[in-house]
Structures are given as structure tokens and as C-alpha cells.
T-cell receptor, first 109, second 115 residues
């Protein structure tokens, strides 16, 4: 079966750095997405990786290793507004998005 | 503002009621999706419409009935729901065949409570 694993919850301190991991086992691979979802709001697109390596966008970076079935989202200089759930999703060989259950990130002052 | 709107934002209904959820996208996309989001569970894809034709129906109970009258609008008709259908229903859209990553953009969702 297809599976996406990510931690259920993480806690970090304002101003610090946090890394949210995602591992996947899917039928084929056509890209990996990270979304941010604040409570009661729409998931919003953060990043897309299809080749191995690091993609950087301001305070957020996303890394992919296809051979390991592994990705992480790195958040730097954490702000209180970064408190949200972070969803990892992989597009499989049928171009279907397979979703993880999300990681709830709690930022403490 | 993601360019995808959903109404209503909140809905409480009894098991014998009939209601409809509405989604509208203003992004010029050609594919639309309905997802169910339950607490601590992955997003569940319910229906996909591409160029106004349904291309996916993931064994969703017949008490959920989608409708896509044009590429900008998507409905989910609900009837005789069960309490376990209580969840956040999310609509999304994407531009297929664009040669790029075909990112899905989401609406804010309808929080549904079935009593």
C-alpha cells in the first residue's frame, strides 16, 4: 500500500529552527509537496520538490532524497505565526496525490 | 486569498436533511477536487473533475453526489448523511496539462456537523 509518515506534533521555540520530516512509500514518484494549514483555514502551498536536493524560499526550505523516500521541511527564525499544521503529499505514478496526516507545529515564546 | 471560495463555511444538518456545498475558483483552472479532512487523518480524495468530466470517484457513498456545471464551479450534494460524515470538506483546483507542477489550490473548507 501507499504510505506517508510524518510526526504528529512538534514543539519549537520562537526564533529557533525546526525540521519536519516526511517519509514515503508510493507507487512511483512525480513530485512532493509541502502545505501549511492554520487551524480552520485552507491548506496553502509552500514548496514542491521533484529532483533531489534543497529548495530554499526565504525562511522555509524543503529537501528531497528520492532514493531514501525522504523529505524534510526546514523552518528558520521561527515566528509565532508559523504555528500550524504542515502537510506532506506525494504525487504517485497515476498522478494522484497521497497525503500524510500532517504535523502540528507548536511555537512557544 | 487563494482564489478558491467555498460556501457555507459552517453547516449543521440532521440525518434526514438535504444540503449542498458550493465551490468556486477564480484561477482559470481546469480541474477541481473534493476532499474530506477528519481530525488527525490524511486528506481523503473524494471526487476529481477534469475539464468538467468526473475522472475519479474513490468509493464514496452515494449519499454524496458531486456536480460540476462548468470549470469554475463545483457542488457537493448531501443527503441522508451519517454522524461519521462530520468533517471539514475541502475543495481544490489545479491547472492540468500545464507542463509544470500542477499545484492544487484549496478553498477554506466547509465544517460539517451531522447530528
Amino acid at each position: 500500500g501507499q504510505n506517508i509518515d510524518q510526526p504528529t506534533e512538534m514543539t519549537a521555540t520562537e526564533g529557533a529552527i525546526v525540521q519536519i520530516n516526511c517519509t514515503y512509500q508510493t507507487s512511483g514518484f512525480n513530485g512532493l509537496f509541502w502545505y501549511q494549514q492554520h487551524a480552520g483555514e485552507a491548506p496553502t502551498f509552500l514548496s514542491y520538490n521533484v529532483l533531489d536536493g534543497l529548495e530554499e524560499k526565504g525562511r522555509f526550505s524543503s529537501f528531497l532524497s528520492r532514493s531514501k523516500g525522504y523529505s524534510y521541511l526546514l523552518l528558520k527564525e521561527l515566528q509565532m505565526k508559523d504555528s500550524a499544521s504542515y502537510l506532506c503529499a506525494v504525487r504517485d505514478s497515476n498522478y494522484q496525490l497521497i497525503w500524510g496526516a500532517g504535523t502540528k507545529l507548536i511555537i512557544k515564546p | 486569498e487563494t482564489g478558491v471560495t467555498q460556501t457555507p463555511r459552517h453547516l449543521v444538518m440532521g440525518m434526514t436533511n438535504k444540503k449542498s456545498l458550493k465551490c468556486e475558483q477564480h484561477l482559470g483552472h481546469n480541474a477541481m477536487y473534493w476532499y474530506k479532512q477528519s481530525a488527525k487523518k490524511p486528506l481523503e480524495l473524494m471526487f476529481v473533475y477534469s475539464l468538467e468530466e468526473r475522472v475519479e470517484n474513490n468509493s464514496v457513498p452515494s449519499r454524496f453526489s458531486p456536480e460540476c456545471p462548468n470549470s469554475s464551479h463545483l457542488f457537493l450534494h448531501l443527503h441522508t448523511l451519517q454522524p461519521e460524515d462530520s468533517a471539514l470538506y475541502l475543495c481544490a483546483s489545479s491547472l492540468e496539462g500545464s507542463g509544470t507542477q500542477e499545484t492544487q489550490y484549496f478553498g477554506p473548507g466547509t465544517r460539517l456537523l451531522v447530528l
